[in-house]
């Protein structure tokens, strides 16, 4: 069974840094690319970064670029995404989400429950 | 890309046939999938491709469309289907979703 569980979601002063974690199990981790997606407060979803199965490739939305870092590592089955520079508007539950295929091109077919952030001094 | 939902919001009683909409501002072929949301839960992906039906959706779920034109169509609408539903983009990063749809029963 396809589990996603983020954590490290809380409350951060605007311009400081969160780094969050996803951990996969049920599946062969490092089959997969995986994204990150997020959803502001009474906002829709706005898609973040993708990387690619091994981590050779990485793509970010306008919105997160150079602010936001995605890794993952696949001997432990985690994901990550580095916030640095936060903003009010960075407020939101971070989900995580399993691309159907290695390469960065695909459906996202398996999500975490998601993790919030508020930023907010 | 932009992407965009008709209407924002509806309301259906059970039983009736719904129709949503997205329309993508250039040609993204069949590179859309459509997402099902429900408050406090995680996103669930209802069909990819535009038109194919996820493992485990109920098949009054179907999707169409190619190009710039896409619909969701829940042939017979139930109270579970309460939802907001997104599509999605996937032939040019940034990958981008629909403002969403929003589902009531009336």
């Known amino acids: 069974q396809v589990h996603l569980v983020e954590s490290g979601g809380g409350v951060v002063q605007p311009g400081r840094s969160l780094s969050l974690s996803c951990v996969a199990s049920?599946?062969?981790?490092?089959?997969?690319?995986f994204h990150w997606v997020r959803q502001a407060p009474g906002k829709g979803l706005e898609w973040l970064a993708v990387?690619?199965?091994?981590?050779?490739?990485?793509y970010f939305a306008d919105s997160v670029k150079g602010r936001f870092t995605i890794s993952r590592d696949n001997s432990n089955d985690t994901l990550y995404l580095q916030m640095n520079s936060l903003r009010t508007e960075d407020t939101a539950v971070y989900y995580c989400?399993?691309?159907?295929?290695?390469?960065?091109?695909?459906?996202?077919?398996?999500w975490g429950q998601g993790t919030l952030v508020i930023v907010s001094s | 890309i932009q992407m965009t939902q008709s209407p924002s919001s509806l309301s259906a009683s059970v039983g009736d046939r719904v129709t949503i909409t997205c329309q993508a501002t250039?040609?993204?072929?069949?590179?859309l999938h459509w997402y099902q949301h429900k408050p406090g839960k995680a996103p669930n992906l209802l069909i990819s491709?535009?038109?194919n039906l996820e493992t485990g959706v109920p098949s009054r779920f179907s999707g169409s469309g190619s190009g710039t034109e896409f619909t969701l169509t829940i042939s017979s609408l139930q109270p579970e289907d309460i939802a907001t539903y997104y599509c999605?983009?996937?032939?040019?990063?940034?990958?981008?979703f629909g403002p969403g749809t929003k589902l009531e029963i009336k």
């Open positions: 989400a399993r691309g159907r295929y290695p390469t960065i091109l695909s459906a996202l077919d398996f």
């Open positions: 049920g599946f062969i981790f490092n089959n997969y690319a």
């Open positions: 990387i690619s199965y091994d981590g050779g490739h990485k």
């Open positions: 250039q040609d993204i072929s069949n590179y």
């Open positions: 491709d535009a038109s």
């Open positions: 999605q983009q996937y032939d040019n990063i940034p990958y981008t």
